[in-house]
């Protein structure tokens, strides 16, 4: 991120807190088709989702091989979902292995459709397994939740597709805000670095990604999904297309 500095000369910012973009998924969804390896990976995303009601979920992120499985495939339920009640207003993180079974199941604790900003943190490492899963800054995952799941396995691997805000049922987009998302293949276990949860969000770098520890493949720091800083291509947005691409 550049800024002007003393006397009108662009200089490098130091670490700062980004915003977020007056994004709302009706318009579409944005993706990214890349190849998609390794056993882990860690996501960080900050979003803004009023409750809402039809009997659906929507999926403000997703990550798939094309004609594979789901990486990750990310879920938050209306305030009238019929299929679990007691996933009403909250997330559901899923990590499939390559032939299409369980590796991770995760609900969260607490509401997250309820208008305020939040920041998830998931990464996972499916060999071990193990996963770190946070929203601001506290542990999401509800391990008494009676569908919850995490075992070991091989996740799918090759061509695939990043989508953010892309319908997953009756033409249903994601009808929220969305800020910032990374994302990095390695397992990372450092959630309040992004967000504390006394502090609030931290300010981050993308100069020497310390938090990362190492540049990220996406990072889409200012909340602009196709000006992004990270190791691959810009994101792009779709309009009127359903269905993650």
Known sequence: MLQLGHQGIICTSAPYIPGMMNYNGVAGHYSLV?????????VVLKFNLDA??????VAPVNLAVTGGTHRLHCLIFSDDYTGDTS?????????????GGTIVIHES????ADGTDKTMFFSVNASAPATTWYINGVNADDTGHPSRAL???????????????????????????IGYFGYREAYLVNPTDFYHPTKGLQKLDEVGWTEWLSQPLLWEAEGIMDNHKGLAAN???????TGPT
Do not use: C, W
């Open 34 to 42: 890349r190849t998609l390896g390794s056993n882990t990976y860690t």
């Open 109 to 112: 604790i607490e509401v997250v």
């Open 151 to 177: 075992n070991s396995g091989g996740m799918d691997t090759g061509s695939g597709g990043i989508t953010l805000g892309a319908a997953v049922q009756q033409d249903f987009f994601f009808p929220g805000r």
């Open 235 to 241: 994101m792009v947005l779709h309009t009127g297309v």
């Open 52 to 57: 809402f009601s039809g009997d659906k979920y």
């Open 87 to 99: 996933l009403r207003g909250r997330m559901q993180v899923y990590v499939q292995t390559s032939a």
